[in-house]
């Protein structure tokens, strides 16, 4: 509901001034800022003298409403637009209609007026003269300019308290800078002498693989004569044979030297295992075949005990992509283990193909989660649960329990099964005998999308066709550079083609090579060096294959083992095949 409050009839330049007087009185009644009443003032005069110098009068209306202060000017003519103009920036709001202008200015909600006294006040106002009004203005800018000045007072103090915060900030990070400096340097050092004792350790480790390997290839010579000489003392000849206590001498002399050959021999496996010279040479191995030819050759080490050998080949399947050589050494050792620790009941080898894995996740079809779990199990004396990580150390047995042996076929076994890409586990009890599975990746990788780096078309054209049964959608790059672009472009995953999953690559091309295209590599695209160079694997490069020795199932054995590692499912070692 409005509440008209008083009216003015505006003709001359005293009207103006009691127009002004009477807005600064209304505003200053409802309580409002004192910037605001100059402003609800100074709109009411604009209005006012606009009209007089225009020639024509204004009947000016102040009132309330609600929520608002409201003004309204009836002009005899069209509003002057400088008038208007002025009060539009004043007040809130200014709305023109024909010759009529409303104004309107937020009064302060929580103001509680009494409207008979403001009429009061209002009636009270008589109209000013200019000289009086001239000091009132003089006034009001007096007081907005002490208002200033105590901001600008305000706005130094502010700056003062910002320069010597600003220079607390420079001097602690002075001092941050100088402790970090200090900090960097010892790093460095110590990362100097990490590197220092990293190729300390290094060198003994390769002077004791040379001391495992020489010393072994030393040994075996006299050692096979010895064993020659005491099977010949053995054996009858023409002038007759030797009597039991001799004969019994020589047999205690052939068979340490068997036990001394073996050791010999463990040991340079060993250390052909772990100085990176074992090779293996992947190829498809008929399981059933070999499941045979080991169960003949360990029979005979079970003569005489009332132990089964059984060899089940249920669930086993026909083939596998593995290293014959190295996968029949580790079943001979966890079958020759088995059979030397179980005095009576069995010792069973089985086979079964495991997965898809339904935990592997990532780009990585579900079909190289598959693996090959192959069982050795006994009824043996078993293995107390404390020891079962000791059995994996070079020379080490179970105390109480001397069955023979040299403690290095575990480990050695242990080794052979991460180089295959696998790993052995074993689980035992005292009386209960003991568990050992070995674990193998199996089934034919499946991959999306494959880009190939090398700038000979003819080497390209030969790997599109050994990874066409492979991957989805093969690309192809003549150097690094043209490789990064294409990754770059490389579609984000969703529907459609994915983005590149693997890298084939050679290090040697034009412009960027292969180190440069491993270095703009992201973190989660495996690669492989595919190079006739003889170079070492770079760090970044997840496997490395020679182009001399580049077959098919060496490449598919290697893409399964790089996408198994990429998931986390095999061990450290980077023997390349």
């Known amino acids: 509901m409005i509440s008209e409050l008083a009216r003015l009839d505006v003709r001359d330049l005293a009207g103006v001034y009691a127009a002004r007087q009477l807005g600064r009185t209304l505003a200053a009644s409802l309580d409002l800022e004192p910037q605001d009443q ?31 202060l409201l003004l309204t000017a009836t002009f005899d003519g069209e509003p002057p637009d400088e008038g208007v103009a002025a009060a539009s920036r004043l007040m809130d709001k200014a709305v023109t209609d024909g010759k009529v202008v409303r104004m309107t200015k937020r009064r302060p909600p929580d103001v509680q007026l009494d409207v008979r006294l403001v009429k009061e006040q209002l009636a009270a106002v008589l109209p000013q003269s200019a000289t009086d009004e001239l ?34 900030v420079m001097a602690l990070y002075s001092e941050l800078s100088e402790e970090l400096e200090q900090t960097n340097r010892g790093v460095v050092a110590l990362y100097a002498e990490l590197d220092e004792k990293s190729e300390r350790l290094r060198a003994a480790s390769e002077s004791k693989d040379r001391f495992w390997a020489n010393i072994s290839h030393e040994l075996r010579t006299p050692l096979n004569s010895i064993i020659g000489l005491a099977k010949l003392l053995a054996e009858p000849t023409a002038e007759g044979s030797l009597d039991a206590e001799r004969l ?9 030297g068997a036990v001394l050959l073996a050791l010999v021999n463990d040991l340079l496996d060993v250390a052909k295992a772990e100085s990176g010279q074992l090779r293996i040479d992947p190829a498809r191995v008929n399981l059933r075949a070999l499941f045979g030819r080991l169960s003949a050759m360990v029979r005979p080490m079970a003569e005489g005990k009332p132990v089964a050998i059984i060899v089940s080949e249920d669930g086993a399947p026909d083939t596998i992509l ?3 050589v190295a996968l029949t050494s580790i079943l001979r050792n966890l079958l020759s283990n088995a059979i030397k620790y179980t005095d009576r009941g069995e010792v069973r080898l089985s086979a079964r193909v495991a997965g898809p894995n339904p935990s592997a996740t990532g780009p990585y079809p579900a079909s190289t989660g598959q693996s090959l779990v192959i069982t050795v ?7 107390p649960a404390s020891l079962h990580s000791h059995v994996f150390e070079e ?18 076994a242990s080794r052979l099964a991460r180089i295959l890409g696998g790993h052995l586990e074993l689980t035992s009890a005292p009386g209960s005998g003991t568990t050992v599975v070995l674990d193998l990746p199996h089934g034919t990788p499946a991959i999306g999308t494959v880009l190939i780096a090398d700038d000979d078309a003819s080497f390209r054209q030969g790997l599109k066709g050994m990874l066409t049964p492979l991957a989805d959608r093969l690309i192809e ?8 672009a294409l990754l770059a472009a490389s579609p984000s995953p969703g529907p459609g083609p994915g983005p590149v999953d693997l890298v084939l690559a050679d290090m040697r091309m034009p412009g960027l090579d292969g180190s440069g295209l491993l270095a703009g590599l992201p973190a989660s695209v495996p690669a492989i060096i595919i190079t006739g160079a003889d170079v070492p694997a770079p760090p970044r490069a997840a496997a490395l294959l020679r182009k001399d020795e580049l077959t098919p199932d060496r490449l598919e054995f290697t893409i399964r083992g790089v996408l198994r590692g990429a998931r986390g499912a095999r061990g450290s070692s980077r023997v390349a095949p």
């Open 38 to 68: 100059i402003r609800v003032a100074t709109a009411v005069s604009e209005i006012g003298r606009s009209a007089v110098t225009a020639g024509q009068g204004a009947v000016l209306a102040f009132g309330i409403d609600g929520s608002d």
């Open 135 to 168: 000091r009132r203005q003089n006034q009001d800018l007096i007081s907005a300019l002490d208002d200033l000045n105590r901001q600008q007072d305000q706005l130094r103090a502010l700056n003062s308290e910002l320069q010597e915060t600003n220079r607390g």
């Open 248 to 256: 019994y001498q020589v047999d205690l002399i052939k068979n340490s």
């Open 322 to 324: 593995t290293d014959e």
């Open 377 to 383: 199990s006994d009824t043996g004396i078993g293995i």
């Open 395 to 412: 020379f080490y047995q179970v105390p109480g329990i001397r069955r023979g042996g040299t403690g290095l076929g575990l480990p050695y």
């Open 477 to 484: 790059a003549e150097d690094g550079r043209q490789a990064l």
